[in-house]
C-alpha cells in the first residue's frame, strides 16, 4: 500500500492518522494501541460496544489448546500460544494495553471427557503445553463434577475466562474523548479519484485518514461492497448458542470433548441480573444448532446435559438460544483461520480490513494493523471538532440480559 495524502481536503473537513470502524473488541484494541503509539484516531461505530460477536463470546483467553483435539501441535495452536501471557501483562498492568479494571470471571478452565482422552494424554504431558494443562485427581474436582456417576479424564488449564462487558468498560474509560457513534456508515463512505476513502458527516463535513481501518466483523462486508472493493472476502460461521438459566450454584467453564475435532460443548457461567446461574453453552452443540430451529436446539440441548451431568435435574431450568455468526477472513474449503487477520483492501489506496478471528487474537491483530501503518503525521487536534457533532457509544447488554425474556 503506498502513501497517499488525500487530495482536495477543503477547509473545515478533518483530518487523522487513522479512523477505524467497528466497536467490538478488535476495534477497540486497536484504539488503544494506536492511541498510545502517538497515533491522531478515532474510533466510529453505529451501535452500542460490543454488540455482535464480542458480548456473544465466551470470553475464554485460550492457549490454542482446544485447537490440538486431533493429539498434535499444528499452525492455530502455536499461534495462539503466546497470548494468554501477552493478555496477563496486561491484566496486571504492565502490558501494552492497560486492563487492570477488567474483571477474571474463572483463572482456569476444564477439559474433560469420558472416553476419547487417551491419544491426548501423552500430548498434554508435552513441553508444548507444560506448566499450562494439570491433570485434576478426584478430590479436588469441581463441585459440579464431584459425582460418583462422573467418569473420566479431567484436566485443568490456566488459561483465564474474562468478563466482557468488564473489558469493553476497560477499553472504553482508556479511550474516552476517541469513540464516536454514527449511523448508516456504510451510506456515508466514498473514494476520490486517487481511492482514497473518505466519509460525509450530515453537515457536509468531511472526514479523512490516511488509513481506515475496518474492524466491523460482520459489518466488514458491507463497509467494503459501499466501496465496491472485492477483496478481502469475508466468510461467516454460524452458530446457535444454548442459554440455560438454573438453581445450580456452579460456575463451571470447561470444554467436554467427544469425538469431533471441535469440543463437543463449551460451558461458561456469566453474571446476570436474576438470582438464577447462567450457563452459555457452545462448541460443537451450537454449530450443528445452527442448523436446527431453537425448540430443536433446546431438545438436543436438554439430551445433552442429561447424558452428561445425569445427576442433575434441569427440568425447571429456563432454556433461549442465540444465533449469532463468527465473521473470518474467507479460507480455502471454509477451514477456520489460523491467526488474526489485517491486510489492505483491494483496489483502495488507504484501507485496511481486520478479523480478529478469536478474541484471544485481539492483541495479535493489533500488532499486525500497527506493522502497516505509516508513521503518525496528522498530529492536529480533530477530536474536538467530532465531539461537538457526535455522541458517544455505550456498552452494549449481555444476549441472556435481552434475549428470550
Ligand atoms: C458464540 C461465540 C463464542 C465465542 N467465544 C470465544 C471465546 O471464548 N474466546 C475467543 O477468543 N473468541 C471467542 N469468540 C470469537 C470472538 O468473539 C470474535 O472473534 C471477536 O469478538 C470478534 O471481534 P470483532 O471486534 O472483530 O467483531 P464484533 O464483536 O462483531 O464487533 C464488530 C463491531 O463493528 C460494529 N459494526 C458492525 N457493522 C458496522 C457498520 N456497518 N458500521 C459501523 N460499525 C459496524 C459494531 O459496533 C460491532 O460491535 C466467540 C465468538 C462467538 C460468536
Redesign the pocket.
Known amino acids: 500500500m503506498n502513501n497517499p495524502s488525500p487530495s482536495s481536503t477543503e477547509s473545515g473537513d478533518l483530518q487523522f492518522d487513522a479512523i477505524i ?7 477497540l484494541w486497536t484504539l488503544d494501541r494506536l492511541r498510545n503509539s502517538g497515533y491522531n484516531v478515532a474510533l ?4 452500542a ?6 458480548l ?7 492457549g490454542g489448546i482446544k485447537y490440538t483435539l486431533s493429539g498434535a501441535l499444528n499452525k492455530a495452536s502455536e499461534t495462539i500460544a503466546d497470548m494468554p501471557d501477552y493478555w496477563q501483562r496486561c491484566l496486571g498492568g504492565q502490558g501494552d494495553v492497560d486492563l487492570t479494571q477488567t474483571r477474571c470471571l474463572s483463572d482456569h478452565f476444564y477439559m474433560w471427557s469420558n472416553s476419547t482422552m487417551g491419544k491426548l494424554t501423552g500430548f498434554f504431558a508435552s513441553r508444548a503445553v507444560r506448566g499450562r494443562v494439570d491433570k485434576v485427581a478426584p478430590d479436588e474436582r469441581p463441585a459440579l463434577l464431584q459425582n460418583r456417576q462422573f467418569k473420566g479424564s479431567l484436566y485443568r488449564l490456566v488459561d483465564r475466562v474474562l468478563d466482557v462487558p468488564s473489558l469493553l468498560a476497560n477499553l472504553a474509560t482508556n479511550n474516552q474523548g476517541h469513540l464516536f457513534l454514527l449511523p448508516n ?2 451510506s456515508r463512505l466514498h473514494k476520490d479519484a486517487n481511492e482514497n476513502t473518505y466519509l460525509t458527516l450530515d453537515n457536509g463535513t468531511k472526514l479523512h485518514a490516511q488509513r481506515w481501518i475496518f ?5 466488514n462486508a ?2 467494503l461492497a459501499a466501496l465496491a472493493c472485492p477483496e478481502p472476502a469475508m466468510q461467516l460461521r454460524p ?1 446457535q ?1 444454548l442459554i440455560v438459566r438454573h438453581r445450580y450454584p456452579y460456575p463451571f467453564y470447561g470444554h467436554c470433548l467427544g469425538a469431533d475435532k471441535t469440543p463437543r460443548l463449551t460451558i461458561s457461567t456469566h453474571p446476570s441480573a436474576s438470582d438464577k446461574t447462567v450457563w452459555y453453552l ?1 462448541g460443537s452443540l ?1 454449530e450443528k444448532g445452527a442448523n436446527m430451529s431453537a425448540a430443536e436446539l433446546v431438545c438436543a440441548g436438554k439430551q445433552e446435559l442429561a447424558e452428561l451431568f445425569p445427576w442433575l435435574d434441569f427440568s425447571d431450568a429456563e432454556f433461549s438460544t442465540l444465533p ?1 455468526e ?2 473470518e477472513p474467507r479460507q480455502q474449503d471454509f477451514a477456520r483461520p489460523d491467526n488474526a487477520f489485517a491486510e489492505p483492501a483491494r483496489g483502495l489506496a488507504n484501507v485496511l480490513v481486520g ?6 487474537l485481539a492483541p495479535n491483530l493489533a500488532n499486525q494493523i500497527l506493522a502497516q501503518l505509516p508513521p503518525p503525521g496528522a498530529g492536529n487536534h480533530d477530536l474536538a471538532a467530532l465531539e461537538q457533532q457526535l455522541s458517544v457509544p455505550g456498552i452494549a447488554p449481555l444476549p441472556w440480559e435481552t434475549n428470550g425474556d
Do not use: F, N, V, Y
Open positions: 470502524i467497528g466497536g467490538g473488541i478488535a476495534g466510529l461505530t453505529d451501535r460496544l460490543g454488540e455482535g460477536q464480542t456473544a463470546s465466551q470470553g475464554m483467553i485460550h456508515i456504510a474492524c466491523a466483523g460482520k459489518g458491507g463497509l452458530l448458542q457452545g451450537a449469532i463468527r465473521a478479523w480478529p478471528t478469536k478474541l484471544t
